[in-house]
């Protein structure tokens, strides 16, 4: 089971960086034709008037895929923000029982969150609701891709929680201290 989750993790990071690189790509594709035009009109020709049709819009909803789909990956990597100023000063025991408790919390804000998501994607299926751009992309695409995203992150969440109610360390502590070993 440990090697699905870290794969799904690792798949989960591998399509983030994904999205990342295809809008890196069109934008690059994008700068190219103007300085190409840029070009050709010193030269005293025509420009040629290369376009990546609805830029924005599409980097938008790679932005989206990648931020969401990465989620997972630097949760367990011990590298998205958390406010520890809080829990620090307390002993172990009483803050394992906070961490506990904030694991659960957020594993059920997370689930809702994915829940709803996935429910908006499956009304814009239902309903064939297309994005505004030159380019009319159906918009459960992307709100697909945050679906996936939000529901891997949960699953995280709850890897973590099990590991904390365990006994375990979570993923994110066992990063902090580069011991990647302790994770149950």
Do not use: C, K
Request: glycine content about 8%.
């Amino acid at each position: 089971m440990r090697s699905f989750l870290n794969g799904l993790y690792a798949a989960s990071e591998w399509l983030a960086m994904t999205a990342l690189a295809a809008t890196a790509i069109l934008v690059f594709a994008q700068v190219a034709g103007r300085v190409f035009d840029t070009l050709l009109v010193m030269a005293g020709n025509r420009p040629y008037g290369f376009l990546v049709p609805s830029l924005a819009e599409i980097a938008g909803f790679l932005l989206v895929a990648a931020s969401f789909l990465a989620l997972a990956g630097s949760f367990r990597a011990g590298t998205h923000i958390r406010v520890t100023l809080a829990i620090a000063p307390l002993p172990t025991g009483l803050r394992h029982v906070v961490e506990v408790a904030v694991l659960a919390v957020a594993t059920a804000i997370a689930g809702l969150f994915a829940w709803y998501v996935a429910l908006l994607a499956l009304d814009s299926v239902r309903y064939n609701e297309l994005s505004y751009g030159i380019i009319a992309i159906p918009l459960w695409i992307p709100q697909g891709a945050m679906a996936v995203g939000a529901a891997i992150f949960t699953l995280s969440l709850v890897d973590d929680f099990a590991a904390a109610v365990t006994g375990g360390t979570p993923s994110y502590l066992a990063s902090d201290r580069g011991d990647e070993t302790e994770v149950v």
